[in-house]
C-alpha cells in the first residue's frame, strides 16, 4: 500500500521560508520520479516541481528560482524548499508519485503566506 504523509507547512510572512517534507512508503523509493504539487482556493493543482530517481529536477516557471526539490532515498522522504515566499504561493501542497501508472496523492499540507 503505497502511503505519502506530507508536513511542515505553516504561516509564514511574504518573504520567508519554510521546507516541506514528504515521506513515502510503499514503493522502491529510489526507482520513483516523485513530484509536488499545489492548489490554491478556487484554481486548479498544478505541477510546482519534480525529481527524477536520476535527481533531474524540473520546475514551473513561478517558482524556478525559488523553489528547490530534493530527495534523501535512505529516508523515503522528498523535500521542498521553498525561498522568498509571496501571498500568491498560499496553497495545500501535495506530494505525488505513480506505480505502475495509478498516481497517488499524499493528504496535503497547507501553505499561507501573510503579506
Known amino acids: 500500500q503505497v502511503q505519502l504523509v506530507e508536513s511542515g507547512g505553516g504561516v509564514v510572512q511574504a518573504g520567508g521560508s519554510l521546507r516541506l517534507s514528504c515521506l513515502a512508503s510503499?514503493?522502491?523509493?529510489?526507482?520513483?520520479?516523485m513530484r509536488w504539487h499545489r492548489q490554491a482556493p478556487g484554481k486548479q493543482r498544478e505541477l510546482v516541481a519534480e525529481?527524477?530517481?536520476?535527481?533531474?529536477?524540473s520546475y514551473a516557471d513561478i517558482v524556478r528560482g525559488r523553489f528547490t526539490i530534493s530527495r534523501d532515498n535512505a529516508k523515503k522522504t522528498v523535500y521542498l524548499q521553498m525561498n522568498s515566499l509571496n501571498p500568491e504561493d498560499t496553497a495545500v501542497y501535495y506530494c505525488?508519485?505513480?506505480?505502475?501508472?495509478?498516481?497517488?496523492w499524499g493528504q496535503g499540507t497547507q501553505v499561507t503566506v501573510s503579506s
Open positions: 505525488n508519485t505513480q506505480k505502475f501508472g495509478e498516481p497517488y
Open positions: 510503499g514503493i522502491i523509493f529510489s526507482m520513483h520520479t
Open positions: 525529481i527524477t530517481r536520476t535527481d533531474s529536477t
